[in-house]
């Protein structure tokens, strides 16, 4: 009889647990939501319109001219959130307008080759066609 009182007191004590986290839930829920809406991140809104390569573009740009590619995020948030921008532009776009302003941000350029069947970057071909040259 005893391991049913004491069954029954902690089956009591864990729905007094239950009710208080619910009644608990219900008045954090009830709260009000803080009116100021966290600040919408420039750069994020920017990544989200950014098509083909376009990400690789903006990192290269931020990389070698941090705030000049700054001043360009913010003017292009302004312009999307205005409406003035609805289109995603791609890597090839982005590297134009930021040419157009006057920085010329270099893109690292791989040029792949056929090779026996397989791509090869082009370096690598010439290395190996220079070293068979030496061994002949």
């Keep these: 009889m005893s391991e049913d009182s004491e069954l029954e007191r902690l089956k009591a004590k864990r729905l007094a647990?239950?009710?208080?986290?619910?009644?608990?839930?219900?008045?954090?829920?009830?709260?009000?939501?803080?009116?100021q809406k966290p600040q919408e991140n420039p750069r994020d809104l920017l990544v989200a319109k950014l098509g083909y390569r376009g990400l690789e573009v903006l990192e290269?740009?931020?990389?070698?001219f941090p705030n000049e590619t700054k001043m360009l995020i913010q003017k292009l948030f302004e312009l999307i959130k205005s409406g003035e921008i609805?289109?995603?532009f791609d890597g090839g776009q982005l590297l134009a307008l930021f040419r157009s302003i006057g920085l010329s941000v270099k893109m690292k350029t791989?040029?792949?080759?056929?090779?026996?069947?397989?791509f090869v970057s082009l370096s690598d071909k010439l290395s190996t066609q220079s070293s068979d040259d030496r061994d002949d």
């Design 86 to 88: 609805n289109e995603s």
């Design 60 to 64: 290269n740009a931020e990389y070698q």
């Design 17 to 35: 647990e239950m009710q208080k986290n619910i009644s608990s839930q219900k008045e954090q829920e009830s709260l009000p939501e803080p009116t």
């Design 110 to 118: 791989k040029i792949n080759v056929e090779q026996d069947g397989k």
